[in-house]
């Protein structure tokens, strides 16, 4: 199965509406998220500090149905998700106000820059926020209260590309979580001589490039997702927000 070429390039500011309250994050905490790696999804590099990810050109799936048997390397999916939800992300519903500004570029197959925008969202709670989409071809607000959801500006929903920048910042595991008859197992991959620890999430019967998370070893740091569809997204730059 080939895959169609679409690109998501998005850059983010994350910020505490809280000002004057902020949690204290450990030197070794700030040191190690200051070391990281850089990774892109490509076939070449510009630089030799860059970790490669290969571009998902391609998937093979075996119908056969092949049940196989826990072992070591077995995840307890439901509670590792949840877990992860709350260390990777802005899903947590006990973080203090936040406000977040993504930028945005969209690619198509040629390489060509045919959408651009900016998603930004203010959350103090499940049913108190404001989300905008500004960009060429989407320019909406949305309003939750304790009365319901409101919009102004644009009455159409967001298309796959503009949801999946918010996701793919705000609730990484979203799709996961929506999978049902899959389990986990926890795998280490190398990417350009680089590892990272795995976690591929599937069926009995084997697709070759299954749904995926891999972090830093030893740590709770996501750094690629191999998610719904084609997506492909790396994590870089990453901060400590909120002592986590």
């Known amino acids: 199965m080939q895959r169609p070429a679409d690109v998501l390039l998005f850059s ?7 000002s004057t309250v902020h949690a204290q ?3 070794t905490t700030v040191s190690r998220v200051r070391d990281l ?3 892109v999804v490509a076939t070449d590099a510009k630089s030799d500090s860059l970790i490669l990810v290969p571009p998902a050109t391609s998937v093979s799936v075996n119908l056969k149905s092949e049940k196989k048997p826990a072992g ?3 995840v307890d999916l439901p509670n590792w ?8 992300g802005l899903q947590s519903t006990d973080l203090r106000p936040w406000h977040i500004v993504v930028t945005y570029d969209q690619f198509d197959e040629d390489g060509d820059n045919v959408h651009s925008g900016v998603y930004e969202e203010y959350w103090a709670g499940a049913k108190k926020y404001k989300r905008i989409y500004k960009s060429d071809n989407l320019n909406q607000t949305d309003y939750a209260t304790d009365k319901g959801l ?6 159409q929903w ?8 918010r996701a793919e910042v705000i609730a990484p595991f979203s799709y996961a979580d929506t999978l049902q008859g899959f389990h986990g197992r926890n795998v280490e991959r190398t990417f350009s001589g680089y590892k990272l620890q795995c976690v591929l999430i599937e069926r009995d ?6 749904t995926q998370y891999c972090f830093e070893p030893d740590s709770p740091i996501l750094r690629y997702n191999r998610g719904w569809g084609w997506f492909q997204t790396v994590y870089n730059r990453i901060v400590p927000f909120q002592g986590a």
């Open 81 to 88: 998700l949840t877990k992860q939800a709350a260390l990777n």
């Open 25 to 27: 994050e450990s030197p």
């Open 158 to 165: 967001p298309d796959r590309a503009q949801l999946q920048v």
């Open 37 to 39: 790696k850089t990774l």
């Open 205 to 210: 019967s084997g697709i070759s490039d299954p």
């Open 72 to 74: 070591a390397d077995a």
């Open 12 to 18: 983010c500011l994350i910020v505490s509406s809280l």
């Open 150 to 155: 409101f919009r102004h500006g644009d009455q």
